[in-house]
């Protein structure tokens, strides 16, 4: 077997396994790139579903406050005045909703979510309905600080 003097070895080999490694680096990165979006597109969608799921608690906790007293208790807002269809009286847990340092709970309800500040509710009376028809406003929000979830529904007694 004869093999070739060192002066005509080009090192092709070491070229071409550099050229493999960078490859393949590229192709980790672009993997933990993917890896990261979606798992940051899973913790989103798990912080959407808890504000979803703490909306829905409050929404019950609002339906057996209209079912426990007779009308809600007449409360004097632009939110309540500027409303369509026209409003008798209006109820809210928070009168200051949107603000976070005012938070008021519901009574029967606690923060079971764990969630920077509670859910909230608004009942709206329609007026001229028979039986009475209420408009409850629901807005809760995940542990995340753009994470807003508002519902809203018809009920009648």
């Not at 080009?10 to 979006?37: C, D, N, P, Y």
């Not at 808890?50 to 208790?73: G, H, K, R």
């Not at 109820?91 to 949107?98: E, R």
Request: net charge neutral; proline share 6%.
């Amino acid at each position: 077997m004869r093999t070739l003097p060192s002066k005509k070895q080009s090192g092709v080999v070491l070229v071409i396994s550099l050229v493999m490694l960078l490859l393949l680096t590229l192709i980790g990165l672009t993997g933990m790139q993917t890896t990261t979006l979606e798992e940051k597109m899973a913790g989103n969608s798990k912080d959407r579903n808890i504000a979803f799921q703490a909306a829905e608690s409050t929404l019950a906790v609002a339906e057996a406050f209209i079912l426990a007293n007779a009308s809600p208790t007449t409360t004097t807002s632009l939110a309540c005045l500027n409303t369509v269809p026209a409003v008798d009286s209006c109820y809210f847990n928070n009168t200051a909703w949107l603000n976070s340092n005012s938070a008021v709970t519901p009574t029967g309800f606690g923060n079971n979510f764990n969630l920077p500040e509670d859910p909230r509710y608004i009942i709206k009376k329609i007026s001229g309905t028979a039986p009475p028809v209420f408009v409850i406003t629901v807005r809760a929000v995940g542990s995340q600080p753009g994470t807003e979830v508002i519902l809203q529904e018809y009920f009648t007694k």
